[in-house]
Each structure stands twice: as structure tokens, then as C-alpha cells.
């Protein structure tokens, strides 16, 4: 569970971002977007009123682990979090199909899973004393879909980085394909990347749980 005064920054793509407040989204309601961040803080500042959590979203639409790259210095390093949270992959895993984007844009598997582990080196380093890293995911319940198949490819590059770096490791596509197996996949994204509020509270219950945390 998450020490009392703990200062969490909570990193990704446009999943995390949710319109949340610039330059730095810190604080509660819609200053954290309107997304999984915000459902997260919630939940534990109502049953967990003495907790004292210092909430921070630093999510950036249509980032790549490529530009998260760029960035990590100034919107994690230098804002000294005790606790970070990492969901980085969806788009590193879209541009492969995008014909919109240039061939440069593509992220192989190689760069990303290089890349995040290093950046979480980085953190480790700095001083930061726990890191969850959240799979990427695709909603959609068909094995044979090319960009679920993608997603599970990415996600386990997230769990071996976990598994060398000792951090705590949250399958999120996993939490979706348990809720796909009683829904269609258009319930909770119409294009089965950006969820909907009930997508959303799957995702801060599947991270609530990683920490310790249990509302079954």
C-alpha cells in the first residue's frame, strides 16, 4: 500500500493525459484529466482520507516511449516523485500501421523495451522508491487480431523489464480481456484504444489492486 505523504507521478500517452491541467497536472478532480488518474485518487481520498497523496498526471497525448524519452528529465526526474507509474506502447505499436506516419515514426520492439528499461534505470537512480509499469493494450477480444496480438507482444517486454528491474508490474490487458469475456469490445472503446469511464475504473482497479489494494 501506498505510504502516507507519498508524492506519485503517473506518466503516459493520451490514456493518461485525459486533458489534465498543463504544465503540470497535479492536485485532484480535473486537474488529473478525467481518466484512470483521477478514478485512482478518488478512490483512495474517500477511503483513505488520512492518506495525504500527492497526485501528479504528466500524460501527454500521442507520446511514444520515443518521446517520453525526451522528456523524462524535466516531467519525472525533476519533479522528485517517491512513487512513479509508467503506461507507455499503444502508439509505439499503431504506427506500425499508420500510413499517415513516416517509417522513422515506427517504434520496433527492440527500441521500446530498450528504452523503457532505461529511463526506468534512471528513476531508480534518482531516488524514486517504487515503479509500477503498466502493459499497453488493445481492447479487443479475438486472438487473431494483429493489434492485440501486438499489445501482448509489448506487454511482455513490460514484465521482463519488471522482472530484471524489480518493479511492480500491472497487466492491463489482461484486466480488459476478463471484462471481454461477458462484453463486445465496442462497450468500452469505439476504437478499442481509448476507453470509456467504465474502461477507465478497470484500469485504476487492476493498478490499485498491484499496490495492495482490494474494493472486491
Avoid at 507507455?88 to 523495451?113: A, F
Avoid at 511482455?156 to 490487458?173: L, M, W
Wanted: hydrophobic share 40%.
Amino acid at each position: 500500500m501506498i505510504p502516507s505523504g507519498t508524492k506519485l507521478v503517473m506518466i503516459g500517452d493520451s490514456i493518461t493525459d485525459c486533458g489534465r491541467m498543463r504544465p503540470v497536472g497535479e492536485g485532484k478532480g480535473e486537474s488529473l484529466g478525467s481518466g484512470y488518474v483521477s478514478q485512482i485518487q478518488a478512490l483512495l481520498d474517500s477511503t483513505y482520507p488520512k492518506l495525504n497523496l500527492r497526485m501528479v498526471n504528466m500524460g501527454v497525448s500521442a507520446n511514444t516511449v520515443r518521446e517520453l524519452r525526451e522528456r523524462w528529465q524535466s516531467d519525472v526526474i525533476d519533479l522528485r516523485p517517491d512513487w512513479i507509474s509508467v503506461m507507455i506502447g499503444i502508439n509505439d505499436i499503431l504506427r506500425h500501421y499508420n500510413r499517415r506516419m513516416l517509417t522513422e515514426s515506427h517504434v520496433s520492439l527492440g527500441e521500446y523495451e530498450e528504452t523503457l528499461e532505461k529511463l526506468v534505470e534512471e528513476a531508480k537512480v534518482s531516488g524514486v522508491r517504487e515503479i509500477l509499469l503498466m502493459t499497453p493494450f488493445f481492447i479487443e477480444s479475438s486472438p487473431d487480431d494483429v493489434l492485440r496480438q501486438m499489445s501482448l507482444t509489448y506487454g511482455a517486454a513490460v514484465k521482463r523489464i519488471g522482472e530484471r528491474q524489480g518493479t511492480r508490474f500491472v497487466n492491463i490487458q489482461s484486466a480488459f480481456d476478463r471484462y471481454l469475456e461477458h462484453h463486445y469490445s465496442l462497450e468500452l472503446a469505439a476504437d478499442r484504444v481509448h476507453p470509456s469511464q467504465t474502461g477507465h475504473m478497470i484500469i485504476a482497479r487492476e493498478w490499485l489492486q498491484a499496490v495492495g489494494y482490494r474494493w472486491d
